[in-house]
């Protein structure tokens, strides 16, 4: 099996920071593209940023230059940074992870259990 595992969302002033991490363990041979979507209520989720495992990245205009997202392959781990917040971010954010388990000849999208990110006043 394969755990996705967030950290790091709570409650932040409008113009504040957050940084996420999520990191993935069990029965992983590679972690390939990592990423982190928001849901926020009523809404429909949405991307916020993925990166690949060479390092391209890519965003939704949304929170382009003020979001980053960054990984440490070796750890299986993937980080959002998130600058200059807006009560607009406001939602429970989720980290995804495409792996090839070990044995297996393809790969599964795997999801973390979300963490909530609040931006208010």
């Known amino acids: 099996q394969v755990q996705l595992v967030e950290s790091g969302g709570g409650l932040v002033q409008p113009g504040g920071s957050l940084r996420l991490s999520c990191a993935a363990s069990?029965?992983?041979?590679?972690?390939?593209?990592m990423g982190w979507y928001r849901q926020a209520p009523g809404k429909q989720r949405e991307l916020v940023a993925r990166?690949?495992?060479?390092?391209?990245?890519i965003y939704a205009d949304s929170v382009k230059s003020r979001f980053t997202i960054s990984r440490d392959s070796a750890k299986n781990t993937v980080y959002l940074q998130m600058n200059s917040l807006k009560p607009e971010d406001t939602a429970v954010y989720y980290c995804?992870?495409?792996?090839?388990?070990?044995?297996?000849?393809?790969?599964?999208?795997?999801w973390g259990q979300g963490t909530q990110v609040t931006v208010s006043s």
């Open positions: 995804d992870a495409d792996v090839l388990r070990i044995g297996m000849g393809l790969e599964s999208a795997y």
């Open positions: 069990g029965s992983i041979s590679r972690v390939n593209a």
């Open positions: 990166i690949l495992r060479g390092g391209y990245t």
